[in-house]
Structure formats: C-alpha cells, structure tokens
C-alpha cells in the first residue's frame, strides 16, 4: 500500500475508533474498575480477535458469515446479552462492596482476555466495519495476502490505541473519585451503562 492510501486509511479509521461505542465503553469501563493492568488481558483478547477476524474477513470470510442476516441476527442478539451480563458483574461488584464483611470467595472476578475476545467476536458491527474497510482500501493486485495483512495490522493497532485511551480515561476517573463509596457509585455508573449498551445492541436484533 502506498503512502497516499495509507494515510487515507488511518484518517478513515481516526473517528471510528475514538468515537463511543460498545468497546469504548466496555473498556473505559473495566479501566475505571480494574485499573489499567486489570485491563491488559481483556485488551489483549480483544485486539487479538481484532486482528484474526479481520484477517479472515479480509480473505474472504465475508462471502460466508456476512451474507447470511440471520446468523449476524444471532451473533448481535448473542454479542448484546453478554455485554448485559459483563454490566451486571459490575453491579453485583457494587453490592458486594457496600456490604460491610465480605465473605471469601465472594469477590467479583476479574475481566480477562475471553470476555475481551468474545466483546469483539459477538459484536456484529465490527464485522460490517471491517467488510466497508476493504471494500475501500483493500487494491486489486497479486499480493491479496500482503495488502490484507498491512490493513488488519493498521486496524488493530489503531483500534488498541484508541481503547488504551479509553481505559486510561476510566482509570482517571476512578482515580479522581477514591474511597469505598465512590468505588461501588462508579461500579453502578458503568454497569448501567454496558447494560445500556448491550440494550442498544440487541435491539435491532429484536424489534428488525
């Protein structure tokens, strides 16, 4: 890909990763809760699966899992439901702290790198993304294998800067807000809002 194309594909990407959406928030999320190394494995799995599925769409995969609306109906049913479940882990997170004992084993677990992965996998959205990004930027030529390496890595890459930003931004947040009472307060504020999200998400898939 030549310079041209190159810059004109990371200003396309520029809003798509900063502007909200279901993984801003999932992350600013779990950066407000779990602190930015708490955050590593979730933002690993997530741009690891950034980075196969794009790959796999690049090369074709489209033909297949694209064309059909009733598995994307499934996958975007399925992708909102667990981020509701993830918003609700953050609620029974603020339950647990606003009691004054709290008995072992009962700590919430952690975020980790399946939930990360799966966010991206269930997220249909993603897929149709990355379907226009090729469909713009991916040039006919011989080296298919070469030009749809150098975009997905663009992508992810893009994609893990933005969402490191955002996780940043809810470590600020949490670091601003300290003590017991704001921990559980936040924990309420970004459960409601992946709950929120994970709404917006199926409900196209309901009500289409």
């Known amino acids: 890909m ?3 194309r190159s810059i004109a594909l990371i200003v396309f990407l520029f809003p798509l990763a900063y502007s909200p959406g279901p993984g801003n928030a999932f992350f600013a999320s779990v950066g407000a809760s779990k602190g930015m190394r708490g955050a590593m494995p979730s933002l690993v799995g997530y741009h690891v699966a950034t980075f196969i599925v794009t790959m796999l769409i690049g090369l074709g995969l489209e033909v297949t899992l694209l064309s059909d ?3 994307m109906r499934w996958i975007e ?3 909102g439901l667990y981020v509701i479940w993830i918003g609700v ?9 606003s009691t004054v ?6 700590a919430p677990r952690g975020v980790g790198f399946i939930d990360g992965a799966v966010v991206l996998l269930l997220n249909p959205k993603a897929y149709v993304i990355i379907m226009l990004l090729f469909t ?3 040039a006919p030529g011989d080296d298919r294998f070469g030009e749809v390496f150098f975009i997905s890595t663009i992508f992810t890459l893009n994609n893990l800067i933005a969402f490191i930003v955002w996780t940043l931004a809810g470590v600020a947040i949490a670091a601003l807000l300290r003590g017991s009472a704001a921990n559980r307060n936040l924990n309420i504020l970004f459960g409601l809002s992946l709950i929120a999200v994970g709404v917006w998400m199926i409900w196209p898939a309901v009500f289409k």
Do not use: N
Request: charged share 20%.
């Open 2 to 4: 030549d310079l041209s």
């Open 69 to 71: 609306p009733q598995l």
């Open 89 to 97: 882990q953050f609620l029974r997170a603020a339950r647990i702290e």
């Open 77 to 79: 049913l399925a992708g």
């Open 136 to 138: 713009q930027f991916l």
């Open 101 to 106: 004992t709290v008995e072992e084993g009962m």
